[in-house]
């Protein structure tokens, strides 16, 4: 779908999956005719996880899902929006444009999906709304942002946020919250008397696996994550385990790299290659194919230059939404318009924890050949669950990623 375009729903429930290859507080807020909420039980979100009609949960493949059933939905609602703000304070939705699937809530079907475009320095948007029209209930693209977050959305339809330090309160046609510090931004305080959230019981101490110390050069010495950031050298493999568990919520594999001669612009694309355990290709993400995997895989668009701070594309992966078929991935990044990596210089990639944007584990070329392609790292589903990560450094000639898959295979 694009900005503003609509549809038909053809199912009574419908759930909206918003996802993106960054952590988001997703919400759904019931109007009246007026456009604003008629009280906080109308605000549904991770805190209040149920109002009206509507519901908030954990999308199936990482991100959040916003249900309505419109039967349930009271008459005196006209539209059901929902929102979308970045968890990570001071963060705009610059190249982290998220995506709304819209689903049949009761068999899974997809109904349409909707990316809005160009976004810059929005803190939060108005992703789609769910609306009534003579009888029948439709769908609208919206993608309005807000640069003021979620203060610019709590102006428009009536719901205030207090204070952090205050009692926390959702109150219809109040009175504009005062500027909330730095930090806590892009939070909604939950609305009064929502339960507080709790924290988890702390896990029992576990002893840390025994690893061998990192190797140099191409040694083989593999580490977990208990001392904070892994830096790889190739053939170096990193298990995903920190405190004796396995990593399996969301990270995000970054991929960067810069023109080795100034004012020469470098068009690579990244792409993820997902195996089964006979090492026959399952599929595969890129710049033409956004999103796999119902969503456990997800990239983040194709850049044309290589120029700019930070990573250059980036590709999200829901580690426990995987299907059990997907034993291995690997990471690739090709030249489709014939450029030879030895024109490529400070190429890398990185693993990030996607909730806390924490680097995990890192691993810079260090070198280059004059080739198309080159296999960045990979990720191994272990028989005991946890995956590993090794990183790769080994270039081939293929200008795409389907050149990539038979290596890429070869190299699980």
Request: hydrophobic fraction near 40%; charged fraction near 20%; aromatic fraction near 6%.
């Amino acid at each position: 779908m694009t900005p503003g375009s609509n549809l038909p729903l053809t199912a009574a429930r419908v759930a909206v999956d918003v996802t993106a290859p960054v952590r988001l507080d997703v919400s759904g807020l019931l109007l009246a005719a007026d456009g604003k909420v008629r009280s906080d039980a109308d605000f549904v979100f991770y805190n209040q996880p149920a109002g009206p009609g509507v519901t908030h949960s954990a999308a199936p493949a990482g991100g959040d899902t916003i249900t309505v059933d419109t039967a349930a939905v009271p008459d005196g609602i006209e539209k059901i929006v929902v929102t979308a703000s970045l968890d990570a304070a001071g963060a705009t939705f610059a190249g982290t444009e998220p995506t709304a699937t819209v689903r049949n809530a009761d068999d899974g079907s997809a109904l349409a999906s909707f990316t809005p475009p160009r976004l810059g320095s929005e803190t939060a948007l108005v992703v789609v709304e769910i609306y009534r029209r003579a009888g029948a209930w439709k769908m609208r693209a919206v993608g309005q942002g807000y640069a003021n977050g979620l203060a610019g959305i709590a102006t428009d339809f009536g719901v205030t946020v207090d204070e952090p330090a205050a009692p926390s309160a959702a109150t219809p046609q109040a009175p504009p919250a005062p500027p909330a510090p730095p930090a806590p931004a892009d939070h909604w305080a939950p609305p009064a008397g929502a339960p507080a959230p709790v924290a988890a019981p702390p896990a029992p101490p576990v002893a840390p696996s025994p690893a061998a110390a990192p190797g140099t050069g191409t040694g083989t010495g593999k580490v977990n994550l208990d001392k904070g950031r892994v830096s790889l050298q190739k053939n170096q493999t990193v298990s995903l385990v920190k405190g004796g568990r396995p990593l399996l919520g969301s990270v995000r594999m970054g991929l960067g790299w810069e023109p080795a001669f100034r004012g020469k612009n470098i068009d690579l694309d990244a792409s993820v290659i997902a195996y089964g355990p006979d090492r026959k290709k399952i599929d595969n993400c890129f710049f033409g194919k956004l999103m796999i995997l119902g969503g456990a895989v997800q990239h983040s668009g194709d850049n044309l230059t290589g120029e700019g701070a930070g990573d250059d594309e980036a590709i999200t992966v829901h580690l426990g939404g995987l299907p059990p078929e997907v034993t291995g991935l690997v990471f690739v990044v090709n030249s489709f318009s014939g450029q030879k990596f030895s024109d490529v210089a400070k190429a890398y990639c990185r693993l990030v924890d996607a909730r806390t944007g924490e680097e995990l584990v890192r691993f810079d070329l260090t070198h280059a050949e004059p080739r198309t392609g080159v296999m960045m790292a990979k990720l191994i589903r272990q028989f005991s669950g946890e995956w590993e990560m090794t990183a790769m450094g080994e270039f081939v000639d293929a200008r795409t990623v389907r050149g990539m898959v038979k290596p890429g295979g070869q190299a699980l």
